[in-house]
């Protein structure tokens, strides 16, 4: 009996302990919390030293991070949103949702002169439009792609965040000519899908002969499959950068678990998982360098972006283009 009892003590207390643990919950995209991606890693390498649990929550694509913060509000049960970009950070600066981050600098090799005082970067990389190697005449810019018969697999701007970068490549690189070029490019679109999985994966299957994705995208299958049949095309007009963020939010109950998070993304433990399971580049070049087969990627001439008050300012501008070139 006396046994049974000391048994059932260590087990309350045992209970007791578990509880006690803090739980750092996580809102990020699908594909980063897939068995492929990142985020079982990085679960398992931050709960070492944490003393908490740290639950990531797929909340779908990039830009539907925000969508559900937003209408969420201070009852949200995110302590981080991570995933967001540079296009989205103006917006979600002015919502008041977000609190600032750790004040530590790191020697980041992000290639913008990184100063927000909310957002923490932690990979970046180019958007580009992906094929097979065995493409016959690969355009050499969007006006090529235009006028080609090449049908392209495209992310929806409203929930995606490459979906939005390329509305701003095209603003970028074309200006007042932006709708043109999307009224051209209309019949190349098979379909706008939520998110960048739907979209790479109905590439995969031989839906579309082209998909927006990134310069990155090939070192996937060189790497982890051993396939060099896939590359990015090189536009001549250049390529929009895309930086990924992380933010803390206000209402966190945990806010030094929510710093301590922020900064652990800038440690090797993190950052060394991100090019084989990301498949971008590190915010913070790794200790062992980049990967065999990342210097076979294409390199953009010219790098295109606008700050992030600029694209705040733009979106809806070329939203609305984009929105009357597709229902044409």
């Not at 990967?291 to 501008?317: N, V």
Request: with cysteine; proline share 6%.
């Amino acid at each position: 009996m006396r046994l049974s009892i000391l048994a059932a003590g260590l087990l309350a207390a045992g209970g007791a302990t578990a509880q006690q643990r803090p739980t750092l919950t996580v809102y990020t995209y699908d594909s980063f919390v897939a068995d492929w991606g990142p985020g079982p890693v990085i679960e398992a390498a931050f709960e070492e030293s944490c003393g908490c649990d740290l639950a990531f929550v797929a909340a779908g694509d990039g830009a539907a991070l925000l969508g559900r913060l937003k209408l969420e509000g201070a009852r949200t049960e995110a302590d981080i949103v991570l995933g967001l970009d540079t296009n989205l950070i103006a917006e979600a600066t002015s919502t008041g949702l977000f609190a600032p981050r750790p004040d530590t600098s790191y020697d980041m090799t992000v290639p913008v002169d990184w100063d927000d005082p909310i957002f923490l970067p932690y990979d970046w990389g180019y958007f580009a439009f992906v094929h097979n190697t065995d493409l016959a005449d690969v355009p050499a810019d969007f006006r090529d792609l235009a006028a080609s018969d090449l049908s392209i697999v495209i992310q929806d701007p409203r929930s995606s965040t490459p979906g939005l970068g390329l509305l701003m490549w095209v603003k970028a690189a074309y200006g007042d000519e932006a709708p043109a070029i999307w009224e051209a490019l209309a019949d190349n679109v098979v379909t706008v899908t939520p998110g960048w999985s739907e979209a790479y994966g109905l590439f995969l299957e031989g839906e579309a002969e082209m998909v927006l994705s990134y310069t990155t995208s090939p070192a996937y299958h060189l790497i982890a499959e051993e396939d060099p049949t896939k590359t990015a095309a090189r536009f001549a007009e250049g390529h929009y950068l895309q930086v990924e963020v992380a933010g803390k939010v206000a209402a966190t109950d945990v806010p030094d678990l929510a710093d301590s998070f922020l900064e652990f993304m800038m440690t090797d433990a993190f950052q060394s998982v991100i090019p084989t399971t990301n498949w971008m580049y590190p915010a913070v070049t790794p200790e062992a360098g980049l990967p065999e087969g990342f210097e076979t990627l294409i390199q953009p001439e010219t790098a295109l972006l606008f700050s992030a008050d600029e694209a705040a300012a733009l979106r809806d501008e070329a939203l609305d283009e984009w929105l009357s070139a597709l229902s044409r």
